[in-house]
Structure formats: C-alpha cells, structure tokens
C-alpha cells in the first residue's frame, strides 16, 4: 500500500511530464504551423510587390508607346498640313506673279475677271486664238454689271464677244460652253443680215446697254479678252 502511496505522485508526475511533454510537442507544433503561415504570408507579400512593381513597368510602358504612338501620329499630322499650306503658298504666289505681270500687260480687273482689249482688229476666229494664246478666251458678259464694264473699256469701238451660233444656227453659245440667259442685243439684232452672221460683237447700236449685234464671222474687229484669276 505504501508502495502504492509512494508511487501515486511518481505516477502522477509521469502523468504531468506526459501532459507536459504533450503541451510542449502541442505548442512546437502550433509554432511550425504559425512559423510556416508567416513564411508563406511572407512570400506571398514579396510576389505581391512583385506583382505590383511588374504591373507598374508593364503600364508605363504601355503609357509611354501610346503615348509615343500619339506623338507619331500628330507629327505626321502636322507635316501633311505643313506641306499643304507650304503648296498652298506657291500656288498663291505663282498667282500673284502671274497677276504683277499681267498688270504691266494692259489687263484691267474687273469683279473675279481680268479684261484685255486689243489694239488692231482680226477676224472672230483669230482674235479668239489670239485669247487663248494669253492663257484666256473671248468674253463672256453675264451681267449688266459686266456689260457697263466692257462698254467703258471698248471706248466707243465696236468689239467681238465670245458668243457664235456657228455650231447651230439661231441656238446662242458662249465659248465656254454655256447657253445664253443674260441678253444686250441691239433694236432688231441678231437678224442675219448679211445672210450668215454667226459671230456676236458689242456697241455696234448706239444704244449703251442693248448693243450687241450679229456679223459675218470674217469681218474684222478690235476684240475682247477675259480671263479668270479665281
Ligand atoms: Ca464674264
Ligand atoms: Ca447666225
Ligand atoms: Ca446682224
């Protein structure tokens, strides 16, 4: 019994050490778990940062092509208009050339149109080569405006017009292919009355508005040039 007394607190401090023992393998264990969930909470914050470091390289990146691509595109934007404006410069000042030198040439400007009237006379077909040798036509008179315009310039002679009914006859053309609306014929004109009059001149009636009259295409007259500058 004594035994069994004295063995009572060896067994109870066995017990104790196994009790111990277990709360200490129990804590080891606790603490490699916690150990290994800091290690992996751990690595996972480096790929985290990693992660983040490498979307942040990957997005300036990004930015900067676009960004690049942008400026590409407005550079080659701007060239095109650049060289556009630089064409539209020559253009404007090949014009204004051509109209410095006309100027000195005895052309007068009128509205969108300059006006050259000759010196000696031709017949209609010539004095129209002689038009297009200056780079114009005959005139056309659209208007009333137009037409008080050529009677100052004629100075009292009666000159061709770029008007014909040569192709058909009584069918009323101007040389640029446009029918007649705008009318000036003088009192009883046209009227044929030489028999075959196809060709128009301006200030043969006194009238100073209602002038124009129908002749033989041969006869000779001072002419009238116009051309466009727009
Ligand atoms: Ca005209
Ligand atoms: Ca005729
Ligand atoms: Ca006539």
Redesign the pocket.
């Known amino acids: 019994m004594e035994m069994d007394i004295q063995n009572e607190p060896l067994q109870y401090q066995n017990t104790e050490k196994v009790d111990k023992t277990s709360q200490s393998c129990g804590e080891s264990q606790h603490r490699g778990v916690f150990r290994l969930a800091v290690l992996c909470l751990g690595v996972m914050c480096i790929l985290q940062a990693a992660l983040n470091i490498a979307l942040r390289l990957y997005l300036a990146d990004l930015e900067q092509t676009i960004c690049n691509n942008q400026t590409k595109e407005s550079y080659t934007s701007l060239t095109t208009e650049r060289d556009q404006l630089q064409k539209e410069r020559d253009k404007l000042q090949r014009k204004l050339s051509e109209l410095e030198k006309t100027k000195q040439q005895d052309w007068t400007f009128f509205n969108t149109?300059m006006y050259f009237i000759s010196i000696g006379g031709k017949i209609w077909s010539k004095s129209r080569q002689d038009c297009r040798e200056r780079g114009a036509d005959l005139?056309?008179?659209?208007?009333r405006e137009?037409q008080d315009f050529i009677e100052k310039l004629r100075q009292g002679q009666t000159a061709w017009i770029g008007l014909t009914d040569s192709e058909k006859e009584g069918t009323w053309k101007w040389v640029d292919g446009s029918a007649l609306t705008t009318k000036f014929w003088g009192h009883d004109e046209p009227n044929s009355a030489a028999g075959d009059e196809d060709c128009v001149v301006t200030g043969y009636k006194p009238n100073p508005v209602n002038n124009w009259a129908d002749f033989p295409c041969n006869d000779w007259f001072v002419w009238i040039c116009?051309k466009?500058y727009f």
Do not use: A
């Not at 005139?139 to 208007?143: G, H, K, P």
């Open positions: 149109s005139v056309t008179i659209n208007s137009e116009e466009r």
